[in-house]
């Protein structure tokens, strides 16, 4: 995602938004519209302090993460033959490091420090059959497709340090050690393959079975139904965007685990941001509450040793909720906060009349935030709610009352605000520095050519030499 003022210019989409059609089409169109004054005045009004340590709460640590794809022809004659590729990158910051890193003064960068927080920075990538191309001679890209993604997600990752990083393991650990495409749903008790009814259970020491019907290896990895949205000639595009979504929590989920079975006092010690929502989408979206469950049992475990709550916070640069803050902003006072819930979110953002009862009840396994800090700036940002699951005393229309109650979030949201403070900077309207670096990690190509760390300095410099 482009941060602003790097986009490219606008304009273009102008000239059609004024033709007659488009604009009768419109008239019969809801959408997201500039509030009046009374009403920016009234949204603005239900805006509270936002909460601050004194002094501020912050980890010791950081690790930040942020993915990028790309779908590349495998050469320029033949376009529509296509490999994919997805690159995670998370980047970890010692907070006293970041305070040699900046100038408290000027706000200014040291490059060269820059520079070796991103020499610890590690990349992981995963190569993935685009357009025509069937991998490992399988009957289809479909096919293909699945057996790529169980041999890229059960990989070990790790590169050969101490530890494993395998993600099809974390998937059974976030299911309780084990999977069944089972036949009770219409969708998991058929071969991904052939269609034939079967029940095929997966444990970590069995992650690959043979159909019956048809001979085709099923993997664990099919229960995330990325197979699903891939076809023999259409673009895989969207496959690819759902697995690097799953792939990015689920490494979130592989680090966190990593830290807590060695030591969870540890995790206490830590903040985990990563770029979008808390929440996964499309095919494997059902892994959201797999997060969610897991989340809230090490939070039960850090609890029981008197410990603060894991904080994650899931940052959005863009999307429906920045282009709603956007139009709302310069009638908020700086050091705001509100909780988007339902009501808000249908409201005034979705313009809904028909809301759904629970707003991400499919996909959310965190809260949205709007904050605009001291500074001026203004962000949506999101931490875990505080349950276990979507079920809260037996009901989940009371889930979706008490995820908005702030109360339940102990230090959740004041320490998301003081971190966020603490890594805001001039450039960036709506990102913060460690997600900044990790940007650039993931989206730098073999080519070097990221110039973030080259506008940060510039930035800096600029404004302190005027
Ligand atoms: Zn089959």
């Known amino acids: 995602m482009p941060y602003n003022g790097q986009t490219a210019?606008?304009?273009?989409?102008?000239?059609?938004?004024?033709?007659?059609?488009?604009?009768?089409?419109?008239?019969?169109?809801?959408?997201?519209?500039?509030?009046?004054?009374?009403?920016?005045?009234?949204?603005?009004?239900?805006?509270?302090?936002?909460?601050?340590?004194?002094?501020?709460?912050?980890p010791e640590y950081v690790v930040a993460s942020d993915a990028s794809k790309s779908d590349t022809p495998i050469s320029d004659k033949l376009p529509s033959t296509q490999i994919g590729f997805i690159k995670v990158s998370h980047v970890l910051i010692t907070m006293s490091d970041y305070a040699e890193l900046i100038d408290p003064k000027t706000r200014f960068v040291d490059p060269f420090k820059a520079a070796d927080l991103h020499r610890n920075a590690a990349p992981i990538t995963y190569t993935l059959p685009g357009s025509n191309v069937r991998f490992q001679n399988a009957k289809s890209v479909k096919d293909g497709f699945r057996r790529a993604v169980f041999r890229q997600l059960s990989a070990d990752k790790a590169n050969g340090g101490a530890n494993r990083l395998i993600l099809s393991d974390t998937l059974?650990?976030?299911?309780?050690?084990?999977?069944?495409?089972?036949?009770?749903?219409?969708?998991?008790?058929?071969?991904?393959?052939?269609?034939?009814?079967?029940?095929?259970?997966?444990?970590?020491?069995?992650?690959?079975?043979?159909?019956?019907?048809?001979?085709?290896?099923?993997?664990?990895?099919?229960?995330?139904?990325?197979?699903?949205?891939?076809?023999?000639?259409?673009?895989?595009?969207?496959?690819?965007?759902?697995?690097?979504?799953?792939?990015?929590?689920?490494?979130?989920?592989?680090?966190?685990?990593?830290?807590?079975?060695?030591?969870?006092?540890?995790?206490?010690?830590?903040a985990f941001i990563i770029d979008g929502p808390l929440a996964i989408f499309g095919q494997p979206a059902k892994l959201h509450a797999r997060m969610m469950a897991r989340i809230g049992e090490i939070n039960a475990r850090l609890q029981q040793l008197s410990l603060e709550p894991l904080l994650i916070v899931g940052l959005q640069k863009t999307g429906e909720v920045m282009d709603y803050v956007s139009l709302i902003s310069r009638f908020l006072p700086n050091g705001v906060i509100r909780v988007l819930d339902d009501e808000y979110r249908n409201r005034y953002i979705k313009g809904n009349d028909a809301p759904s009862s629970n707003f991400g009840n499919e996909t959310y396994y965190g809260q949205d935030f709007i904050f605009k800090t001291e500074r001026g700036r203004i962000f949506n940002f999101a931490v875990p709610y505080p349950f276990i699951s979507k079920n809260v005393q037996g009901s989940s229309a009371r889930f979706a009352q008490l995820k908005a109650d702030t109360s339940r979030y102990g230090s959740l949201i004041e320490r998301a605000c003081d971190l966020i403070r603490h890594f805001e900077l001039d450039l960036y309207q709506s990102a913060i520095v460690p997600v900044a670096l990790a940007h650039r990690h993931a989206s730098i190509s073999i080519t070097p050519g990221g110039k973030v760390l080259d506008i940060i300095t510039k930035t800096n410099l600029s404004r302190s030499g005027s």
């Open 172 to 270: 059974l650990a976030l299911n309780g050690g084990q999977i069944s495409l089972g036949k009770s749903s219409a969708h998991d008790g058929l071969c991904p393959s052939c269609n034939a009814e079967h029940e095929f259970t997966f444990m970590p020491e069995v992650q690959q079975k043979s159909c019956p019907s048809c001979g085709e290896p099923v993997f664990v990895t099919d229960w995330l139904r990325l197979h699903e949205d891939v076809s023999d000639f259409g673009n895989n595009t969207s496959a690819m965007t759902r697995m690097m979504n799953a792939v990015e929590h689920l490494l979130l989920a592989a680090l966190i685990q990593q830290v807590f079975d060695a030591n969870p006092r540890a995790l206490a010690k830590m």
């Open 9 to 58: 210019g606008k304009g273009g989409h102008s000239d059609f938004v004024r033709n007659p059609d488009v604009q009768n089409f419109l008239a019969e169109c809801d959408y997201l519209r500039q509030p009046s004054e009374a009403e920016a005045q009234e949204m603005a009004s239900s805006f509270t302090p936002a909460p601050a340590g004194n002094p501020p709460r912050l």
